[in-house]
């Protein structure tokens, strides 16, 4: 272990699911440099690097309230409902979501195969 070392290494954020990956600057609920915003979740945020305005930022990801995976806010890798759920997690606990959102589900799944199809 080299303590000497004062360079902190680049956070990276990474969807353990898609596997996207980019640098995040903070992780929890209240982002630096901004007013009033408190976050639902604790999350990986960072630059909006389209914006000039200090107080812009993204949000890439969270962890999964079950299973701890980081997983990026696609709707392909997360949801959130209450929580932050991955989709692993999702499609293994399905039965305990409202239906709304077992039939949101349903209706992207179609989307996507038939696009897969044509
Ligand atoms: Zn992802
Ligand atoms: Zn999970």
């Known amino acids: 272990m080299d303590q000497t070392t004062t360079e902190i290494p680049p956070k990276i954020f990474t969807c353990q699911l898609c596997g996207l990956s980019s640098p995040f600057v903070y992780y929890g609920q209240k982002p630096p440099n901004t007013r009033a915003i408190v976050l639902l979740e604790e999350c990986f945020v960072t630059k909006d690097p389209f914006s000039p305005e200090k107080e812009k930022f993204l949000v ?59």
């Open 60 to 118: 890439l990801g969270s962890t999964c309230s079950l299973c701890s995976l980081c997983v990026c806010v696609a709707s392909d890798c997360s949801l959130f409902y209450t929580k932050r759920f991955c989709m692993r997690c999702v499609n293994k606990h399905l039965d305990q979501f409202p239906h709304q959102i077992q039939a949101e589900l349903a209706k992207k799944k179609q989307q996507s195969s038939k696009a897969a199809v044509s």
